[in-house]
């Protein structure tokens, strides 16, 4: 049984920093692509940030240069360095892991966390 399960949400104000930690339970892959998903409510589900197997990353335009995430194959954690929060980040943070589709080259997402609520107040 694979479970991912995030940790360090929390209430900051804006301008604060946050590092969330997504724990992979169970046997990974050092294949796996991974990513950092948020969701508030009224809007659809976003992507924030993904990380290949390779290392290669991604980020939306609106937290480039604000979050960073990184993972810890030994330890089966990955993270989101969250950095100059704004209130516009106020959401509920998922991790995700899976394998690339063959062909299309996006990644196919099996495991999901609960989620970690962020509130960033002005």
């Known amino acids: 049984q694979v479970r991912l399960v995030e940790s360090g949400g929390g209430s900051v104000q804006a301008g604060g920093s946050l590092r969330l930690s997504c724990e992979h339970i169970?046997?990974?892959?050092?294949?796996?692509?991974r990513a950092w998903f948020r969701q508030a409510p009224g809007k659809e589900r976003e992507a924030v940030t993904t990380?290949?197997?390779?290392?290669?990353?991604s980020y939306a335009d609106s937290v480039k240069g604000r979050f960073t995430i990184s993972k810890d194959n030994a330890k089966k954690t990955m993270y989101l360095q969250m950095n100059s929060l704004k209130p516009e980040d106020t959401a509920m943070y998922y991790c995700?892991?899976?394998?690339?589709?063959?062909?299309?080259?996006?990644?196919?997402?099996?495991?999901w966390g609960h989620g970690t609520q962020v509130t960033v107040s002005s």
């Open positions: 990380i290949d197997a390779d290392g290669v990353t």
């Open positions: 995700a892991a899976g394998f690339l589709s063959p062909g299309s080259g996006t990644c196919e997402y099996t495991y």
């Open positions: 169970g046997y990974s892959y050092s294949s796996y692509c």
